[in-house]
């Protein structure tokens, strides 16, 4: 919650969405119940930043379809979701739940594995794949880290291409930003490893992706 509130921008009135999707199956309603109960509790700690939350709950067949038709219903902007590394049978057959969602939303998707509290973090460092610059939603992926770097009071490191480089730079400028941004090289993905030996505890390190189909996908990339 403490991301989706620093990711919103503060000009925007709507609210912030806090969705819950349970399996329908003869659980359901219990499930449904203490889910409701879990965001209850998100809204209580979310109203200390004067921040408004609506909670969605949704029972489907699917997660993956529930997630799909909520966000279409209230037109969402960005789609936030927690990192489960666990992989369920269901999902190996059939796909994966993040592959699922990606093949039926076009909206901004982050899929966040938060260690620490985002107010101990130090540094942010980003890195984007070649052509990336060439996606549909750059631009918003760039006002949206400007945002981030605002918020948490953190300094930024991109790595990309020098292509890549120049036209975020141009879209900070646009927006009249004063952050200041710092540039390690990546001209290939496959660098990504090599860009650990800058991470420290205290960073939060983001990685941008591209979905299947777009020009700044690489086959290294499928594979992290």
Known sequence: ??????????????????????????????????????????????????????IRTRVDLSVASGITRAVKEINATDLILGWNAKVRTTDRLFGSTLNNILENVWQTVYVCHLIHPLNTNKKMLVALPPYMEYEIGFRHLVNKIRGLVVEMGVSLTISCTPQTKSVFMKEIEKARSSIQVNYNPLNHPADLLNLTRFITPDDLFIVAGARKGSISLDAYMEGL
């Open 1 to 54: 919650m403490d991301f989706a509130v620093m990711l919103k921008d503060v000009q925007q009135k709507e609210s912030i969405y806090a969705l819950t999707v349970v399996r329908d199956d003869e659980e359901a309603v219990v499930k449904a119940q203490l889910s409701k109960k879990m965001l209850e509790e998100v809204i209580r700690h979310a109203s200390a930043t004067d921040t408004e939350v609506e």
